[in-house]
């Protein structure tokens, strides 16, 4: 059996619009992360950015190209770099 994904949406749409003001934020925070989580925390990055000297911009965006072409570093190897498992 198929899901019906326009009475899932629905339902949502009516639990959403049931909510407080103050649970609407987070549930809110907590879709953009879902949805999108590395385009959300380059946006929170840019924002933090003002006051950067031009090395340091320059610098964060060399690091964001290499994410782009796919050259990060894997969580569990930069756990074991400091030590924190093996």
Same mark, same amino acid.
């Given at each position: 059996?198929?899901? !019906? %994904?326009?009475?899932?949406? =629905?339902?949502?749409?009516? @639990?959403?619009? *049931?909510?407080?003001?103050?649970?609407?934020?987070?549930? &809110?925070?907590? @879709?953009?992360?879902?949805?999108?989580? %590395? /385009?959300? $925390?380059? /946006? %929170? +990055?840019?924002?933090?950015?003002?006051?950067?000297?031009? !090395?340091? +911009? *320059? *610098?964060? !965006? =060399? +690091?964001?190209? $290499?994410? /782009? =072409?796919?050259?990060?570093?894997? &969580?569990?190897?930069?756990?074991?770099?400091?030590?924190?498992?093996?």
């Amino acid at each position: 059996m198929e899901p !019906d %994904l326009d009475q899932d949406r =629905r339902q949502a749409h009516a @639990l959403l619009d *049931a909510l407080p003001a103050e649970k609407l934020k987070a549930v &809110h925070g907590l @879709l953009e992360v879902m949805v999108e989580p %590395l /385009a959300r $925390s380059l /946006a %929170l +990055a840019e924002v933090e950015e003002e006051g950067l000297t031009p !090395d340091t +911009a *320059a *610098a964060v !965006d =060399r +690091a964001r190209a $290499s994410i /782009a =072409r796919g050259e990060g570093i894997p &969580h569990d190897e930069i756990l074991r770099e400091f030590g924190l498992k093996q």
